[in-house]
């Protein structure tokens, strides 16, 4: 009896939604979406934004961000956050421009003493959240003042500037005659790698389900600590990239180089869909909702508008895509059943079936 | 209150379901649910894994809302829109997955959103926790009401669920698989409990995949397949293959066919293990093509055990060896790496990623054997799992299908599914059939046996003590963190077999035996 049900084999469909629902009905579809849309718009009703320089402008000014954006990604997944980013990025470039205006080393060399400093600082973060067991949120607001105070320290009040002639122009000069910067040349490899890291291979999985679940993960054996680790240090690293890249894109540097962009950078994140509690996410997204940042904000600064209401209106962005990412799948939920159906959540967590923030 | 009175004569039954259904998206959980359950009675509900049961309950309890059907409450129509609802008319739900919260005490949990309240509206916390005391008394177990419920064993929360519900003084309890986790003593205290219940009048339903505890417990019996109800029996006037051959809806082969197996060499070795406050000095062996069962009442240290051995514990003394090497300690990757493979007791927490799809799960350990030049693809995860899902039979739409979404026993079936995947040479399996339906259970214990004959070595932990007798070669019994006893196949009975479990027990022994 039971060997014959034993050989009944079941085949299952791989998918439960067909591949223009799984495609379009997302959230990295929608920032896609959006971004095109804005971009279509400026282009047609924003005065000089189809002009040669916007593009050109507009990348090298956001480069820092995605960059950063692309670990952080990685980081937000799994359920924890690294707000030090903008004060590695600044002490990275003091470094930078210490070691090369003040004792006259070579560029490549300085850039990676600046990038191996920066990894060690992120692994210095990765070491208190993964092995000391410490909350991201705690110790990178930490370090993101002690970071800074390094730059600070580093360079005290002065203004570092004059990088000698040489190739350290190379980031801001064009691909060929295109309107495009050198420095998404790297940044497209990153992208990539990235992108592999965390769709295309095992430890991505892990970085997900971590975020999911770091109980499970590590009955799974996932090693959950190394992985934080590793993270951390990526974030510090690249972080340490921009701030070679900024120190020379701007031929100086000060103690507040870089202040303030861990809030973009996150802002970016979030807006591509990656969920703040961790285990949802795609990169694709990612670089959407930067991009989506990068062309509003150079939109609305053309169209003459203030700084206050750029900030205002990329501020009610994303909490707008906040509460839509929350009430969405709700409302998706609530189609099928009766219309006086009202979600109710149960009183208890969990009881089953009950979805998390992250669904999809 | 006044009870309502239907067709003259005739008191209204304290729960009455007809033709409920509820669909998620396009799955019908459950198609036409019936069920009516009278005082004083203890009404049984049984079906296979996916049978649209737990769905049943959630109705009740005011979790789902159902799409269609009558829905009465002593007589009244009734629509929940949220467990406080339920609550308030007097309804009690012991769900299939222990919902603690993990930061609060568990007199917190017991009391939560009714805390007694002392002198200027403050939490009378002494109270809390004598009544919470009270009511483990009553269930026979002893458990701290002032620790945090985060890092209870699955039967502790369970039974903090149990004291919980029949504090509240409902009318209608409804328990689902309640015992799964339990092993005789407390299950008979429940029962204890349940029938002193029963005798008050109120009316209690019972999930179960156990028919000997379907029979010793309930009254009447209803029967569900595919989200339908079948047929509803006396107790008293039925049989259990009568029972079963309806919820299946096929004759199931006997429960317990562990066939002999070619015993051959030591493949885990654990010598004088021990954990300050847990177990102490465990030693033993398990061969391959062999199974161990480690039996013993809840809170022995038997998953403390498996959890020390597999490496997400760690450990004070002692050492692991696996096929003459050291298991490090600590390390649940090492030892997966030397073949080892853990089904642990908990699958919402621990067992499974339960907001990851089936597939995603079942691949999770061998993902990385399934990446060409580091890469790995969906499709790759797809196609290794897909032959494992259909071995154990799980039932599911698709591959992308959250876990969370699946009945219990489905989700069971999924945390076997991936540990097998990684054909491992030893495999602990922590309460292997936990929720799981008889059809399956026989298929588990087929594959289990199989898997012995082709020379796995297996250490399975049971509460169940059949399942325990039919399936292990040896059985080890611990008791309060020491091994007590080594009996052979042969030699093993309930009898000796409690008797160790229970030896160094002040406690009276258990007054009745409820599995056989
Ligand atoms: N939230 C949900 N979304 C989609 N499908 C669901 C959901 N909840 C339950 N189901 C499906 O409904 C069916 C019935 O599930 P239910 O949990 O009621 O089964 P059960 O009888 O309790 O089984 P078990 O004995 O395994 O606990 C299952 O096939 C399950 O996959
Ligand atoms: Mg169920």
């Keep these: 009896m039971s060997t014959a049900t034993a050989t009944e084999a079941r085949t299952y469909p791989a998918y439960s939604r067909n591949l223009a629902a799984r495609l379009l009905l997302n959230r990295e579809a929608a920032v896609i979406v959006g971004l095109v849309a804005v971009y279509l718009y400026a282009m047609g009703n924003v005065p000089f934004f189809d002009g040669p320089l916007t593009i050109f402008n507009l990348s090298k000014e956001y480069a820092p961000i995605l960059l950063m954006a692309l670990p952080m990604t990685l980081i937000i997944i799994t359920g924890e956050i690294d707000l030090s980013v903008a004060s590695t990025l600044g002490a990275s470039a003091a470094i930078t421009g210490v070691l090369v205006v003040e004792h006259d080393l070579s560029l490549p060399l300085a850039a990676l003493v600046a990038i191996l400093v920066g990894a060690l600082l992120g692994a210095l973060n990765g070491f208190f959240v993964a092995y000391v067991g410490l909350p991201s949120l705690a110790v990178t607001i930490g370090s993101l003042a002690l970071y800074r105070g390094l730059a600070e320290g580093l360079i005290q009040d002065k203004r570092i500037s004059g990088f000698p002639e040489g190739w350290q122009d190379w980031p801001t000069e064009r691909i060929g005659t295109s309107q495009y910067p050198n420095i998404l040349i790297p940044i497209a490899v990153l992208v990539v790698l990235f992108a592999l890291l965390l769709h295309f291979t095992s430890f991505g999985r892990g970085v997900f389900e971590i975020g999911l679940s770091d109980e499970a993960a590590h009955f799974s054996g996932v090693n959950v600590a190394r992985t934080k680790l590793v993270l951390f240090t990526l974030s510090g690293a690249v972080a340490a990239f921009a701030g070679v890249y900024v120190a020379l894109k701007s031929n100086s540097v000060a103690t507040d180089t870089g202040n303030g962009f861990e809030l973009k950078v996150i802002a970016g994140v979030l807006l591509g869909g990656v969920s703040i509690f961790g285990g949802r996410g795609a990169l694709h997204g990612v670089v959407a909702g930067v991009l989506l940042i990068a062309v509003l904000n150079s939109a609305l600064q053309l169209d003459g508008q203030g700084s206050e209401v750029i900030q205002i209106i990329i501020g009610l962005l994303l909490v707008g895509s906040v509460i839509a990412s929350n009430f969405l799948p709700r409302i998706r939920a609530l189609i099928p059943r009766r219309a006086a159906a009202s979600t109710t959540a149960p009183q208890t967590p969990a009881t089953g079936d009950e979805t998390r923030k992250v669904s999809q | 209150m006044t009870t309502a009175t239907g067709t003259e004569g005739r008191t209204a039954p304290t729960l009455e379901l007809r033709s409920v259904a509820k669909s998620f998206g396009a799955v019908a959980a459950l198609r036409s649910g019936t069920l009516e359950v009278a005082p004083g009675s203890i009404h049984a509900l049984v079906g296979e894994n996916g049978a649209g049961k737990s769905t049943l309950v959630k109705i009740v309890a005011g979790v789902h809302r159902r799409d269609s059907g009558v829905f009465r409450l002593l007589g009244e129509d009734v629509d929940f829109g949220s467990t406080a609802d339920s609550k308030s008319a007097g309804v009690a739900v012991i769900y299939q997955e222990p919902t603690l919260f993990p930061d609060l005490s568990v007199a917190e949990n017991i009391f939560m959103g009714r805390h007694p309240l002392g002198r200027g509206r403050r939490i009378d916390r002494t109270r809390m926790y004598d009544e919470s005391n009270a009511l483990f008394a009553r269930l026979g177990v002893t458990i701290d009401p002032r620790r945090v419920a985060n890092g209870l064993s699955i039967a502790d929360q369970q039974l903090i669920e149990i004291a919980?519900?029949?504090?509240?003084?409902?009318?209608?309890?409804?328990?689902?698989?309640?015992?799964?986790?339990?092993?005789?003593?407390?299950?008979?205290?429940?029962?204890?409990?349940?029938?002193?219940?029963?005798?008050?009048?109120?009316?209690?339903?019972?999930?179960?995949?156990?028919?000997?505890?379907?029979?010793?417990?309930?009254?009447?019996?209803?029967?569900?397949?595919?989200?339908?109800?079948?047929?509803?029996?006396?107790?008293?006037?039925?049989?259990?293959?009568?029972?079963?051959?309806?919820?299946?809806?096929?004759?199931?082969?006997?429960?317990?066919?562990k066939t002999p197996a070619a015993i051959g060499d030591v493949v885990l070795d654990i010598q004088g293990l021990g954990s300050t406050g847990e177990f102490h000095d465990i030693s033993f062996q398990v061969r391959a093509g062999e199974i161990v069962g480690l039996a013993g009442l809840v809170g022995a240290g038997r998953s403390e055990i498996a959890r020390a051995v597999f490496g997400v514990d760690g450990y004070d003394e002692g050492r692991v060896t696996l096929h003459g090497k050291a298991v490090p300690k600590k390390q649940p990757r090492a030892a997966i790496r030397a073949g080892m493979a853990f089904v642990p007791e908990d699958r919402r927490q621990q067992g499974l990623v339960i907001e990851g799809s089936v597939a995603r799960n079942i691949a999770s350990v061998i993902r990385g054997g399934l990446a060409k030049g580091g890469l790995l693809t969906a499709a790759a995860e797809n196609k290794a799992s897909a032959p494992w899902a259909s071995r154990l039979q799980v039932k599911t739409s698709a591959l992308d299908m959250r876990a969370a979404t699946m009945s219990g026993g489905n989700q069971q079936k999924v945390v076997i599914a991936k540990w097998l995947a990684t054909d491992p040479k030893l495999l602990i399996i922590d309460e292997p059939t936990r929720g799981i339906d008889v059809g399956t259970k026989a298929e588990v214990h087929r594959l289990l046996s199989d898997l012995a004959g082709q020379g796995l070595a297996i250490l399975m932990i049971s509460s169940e003590l059949p399942e325990v007798l039919g399936m292990a070669d040896r059985v080890l019994v611990v008791c309060e963190g020491r091994l007590t006893a080594d009996i052979a196949r042969e030699d093993a009975t309930p009898e000796n077999v409690m008797a160790a479990a229970t030896r160094s027990a002040p406690t009276a022994p258990p007054t009745k035996e409820p599995v056989s």
């Design chain 2, 164 to 257: 919980k519900a029949i504090s509240l003084d409902a009318k209608l309890l409804v328990m689902d698989e309640p015992t799964a986790a339990l092993s005789g003593n407390e299950v008979a205290r429940l029962f204890a409990v349940a029938r002193s219940l029963r005798d008050e009048g109120r009316a209690l339903v019972f999930i179960s995949h156990r028919f000997d505890e379907v029979f010793d417990l309930c009254d009447t019996v209803t029967v569900m397949r595919d989200g339908a109800y079948v047929s509803t029996h006396l107790v008293a006037e039925t049989t259990e293959a009568e029972i079963v051959s309806r919820m299946v809806g096929r004759e199931v082969a006997e429960l317990f066919p």
